[in-house]
């Protein structure tokens, strides 16, 4: 049988792979921004495309 030092050894290594609260909100923050520059970069397209003809 294990001990209770054992077990919270095990899942406090379990924990170091699980993502943080802050790492979920920067890497949100990352794909907004991600998000409006592909944006920006698609209406630049389509405006040149659009001139272009």
Known sequence: MTTTEE???RVETTLEHV???AD???MELR???LIIASSGVI????VAA???L
């Open 50 to 52: 659009i001139r272009f």
């Open 7 to 9: 077990r919270l050894t």
């Open 43 to 46: 209406i630049a397209a389509s």
């Open 24 to 26: 979920i909100a920067r």
């Open 31 to 33: 794909l907004f921004r």
């Open 19 to 21: 993502a943080t609260k």
